[in-house]
């Protein structure tokens, strides 16, 4: 499929009925043998969301970089997906049908011919998600979004909080240049992190809220108001029914489907997170993570409110009453940021295939990246696993949104308190005194 129309206000899926790969699939000789191979595979991964995908009324909007390494036998996969196509969900199960097809060739036939894939039937295509979620929206809903969209900024509610949540620089579209840090949790590690959520009666997604709210006030200059806000993706594939006549599974589609919901963390909830200077506990003896646990249950409590809401009053149901995206889009300049970050969980997937018997190719490491988002939050917290194979986070930003030193050090940050549960069970990050 392509995106016909896709840069008017009406765009469409079009069937194409042949891919010619060598416009999609790349072969790239980095030497995985180096000591700098994975600071160079970042770059890759960043270079693939700086650039556009081209001659998107032509060709399908994905691309695919192999690096291999034909000396130790394995692989890395770039896979590179425009957001109209598919959603994170989508993206991590192109890795699975992927991984099936190398333990499970199929002989293609006539259908490849060198490079050029014939696709002689369309596929089908999961209907458009306000066809199949029912979401309802009430007048009161409605009338606040319109006022807050449309009333002079006197006029307007002001923000739910009494300090407006710090957001970074305001929108720009330039540079178009994204940052990208990688957060490692091996194995070990991450089942006892999970297990420790589980104890707690928290989510992983819940608890890094939490971290990343206790670490970010402690890089903030003092002057900086202490009150954030953050956004975390919600699938809306529970809440779809596809009609039985459609003979697909929701469950394994590629498709969108998914909402936001919005954590508030106010200048009392960050007050008792907040050590002055940004310091971490000298030992165990000094380190109580009860105000990070603490913290990640409200957020389980706010989790669980926005849920049992969905899909009544939804943002996501508002779009029907944008008209022209192109056109509201450029007017997003310079107009202050929603959020201060986004963090997006797309849980783990399976790396080995049952049916390969332990002998076939298993994913090993993995890494779920997303452009800067530029009109969205300061910066991204992007979390992906392997069952029995750890877990990874990719912290995004835009260039010049906000400093390198305050992204780079946000992950230094993490990565720190997450090896240090690793070697204590405690994240080590001092509370108020």
């Known amino acids: 499929m392509i995106i016909g129309g896709h840069d008017t206000p009406k765009p469409v899926f079009v069937q194409v009925p042949s891919v010619d790969l060598r416009h999609h699939v790349q072969w790239n000789t980095l ?22 995908l081209p001659y998107l009324d032509r060709r399908p909007a994905w691309r695919l970089i192999a690096i291999p ?29 992927l991984l099936e097809a190398f333990n499970h060739p199929t002989d293609m036939g006539n259908a490849l011919q060198g490079h050029v894939l014939t696709i002689p039937e369309p596929p089908l295509l999961v209907p458009a998600q306000e066809d199949i979620v029912s979401f309802r929206m009430s007048w009161s809903f409605y009338l606040g979004w319109l006022w807050q969209t449309v009333a002079p900024s006197w006029l307007r ?29 091996p194995p070990a590690t991450a089942s006892a992190l999970l297990s ?34 953050a956004e975390v993706p919600v699938s ?22 998914v909402t936001v919901m919005d954590l508030q963390f106010p200048p009392e909830a960050v007050a008792d997170l907040c ?16 105000h990070i646990w603490h913290l990640a249950t409200r957020l389980r409590d706010q989790t669980k409110e926005r849920l049992r809401a969905i899909p009544n009053d939804d943002a996501v149901d508002l779009l029907a009453w944008v008209p022209d995206f192109l056109a509201w889009i450029p007017q997003q300049q310079g107009k202050p940021r929603g959020h201060t970050w986004e963090l997006s969980n797309l849980g783990s997937i399976a790396g080995e295939d049952t049916k390969a018997d332990g002998r076939g190719w298993t994913i090993r490491r993995p890494i779920f990246a997303q452009p800067a988002n530029i009109r969205g939050a300061a910066f991204t917290v992007n979390v992906f696993g392997i069952h029995g194979n750890g ?32 070697r204590t069970g405690t994240f080590g990050i001092l509370g108020r005194k």
Request: glycine letters at 4%.
């Open 31 to 52: 030497d995985t043998s180096s000591p700098s191979y994975d600071s160079n595979l970042l770059r890759i991964i960043a270079r693939q969301h700086d650039q556009k």
């Open 69 to 97: 390494n034909r000396v130790a036998g394995w692989i890395d996969v770039v896979f590179a997906l425009h957001h109209a196509v598919g959603d994170g969900t989508s993206a991590s199960l192109f890795h699975v049908h």
């Open 157 to 185: 509610l002001p923000w739910p909080t009494a300090t407006p949540p710090w957001t970074a620089n305001p929108v720009a579209f330039t540079p178009m240049t994204m940052h990208l840090q990688l957060v490692g949790i």
């Open 196 to 229: 420790a959520c589980r104890s707690n009666g928290v989510t992983l997604t819940a608890l890094l809220n939490a971290l990343i709210c206790a670490l970010l006030a402690r890089r903030l200059p003092e002057q900086v108001p202490r009150s954030f806000s």
């Open 236 to 257: 809306l594939r529970r809440f779809a029914t596809l009609p039985m006549e459609s003979g697909l599974d929701i469950a394994t589609s590629f498709c969108n489907l």
């Open 275 to 290: 050590g002055r200077p940004p310091r971490f506990a000298a030992s165990t003896e000094d380190s109580d993570d009860s």
């Open 391 to 422: 877990i990874s986070l990719s912290l995004t930003w835009q260039e010049s949104i906000i400093e390198a030193k305050l992204g780079e050090g946000m992950a230094a940050d993490l990565q720190k308190c997450l090896d240090d549960f690793a």
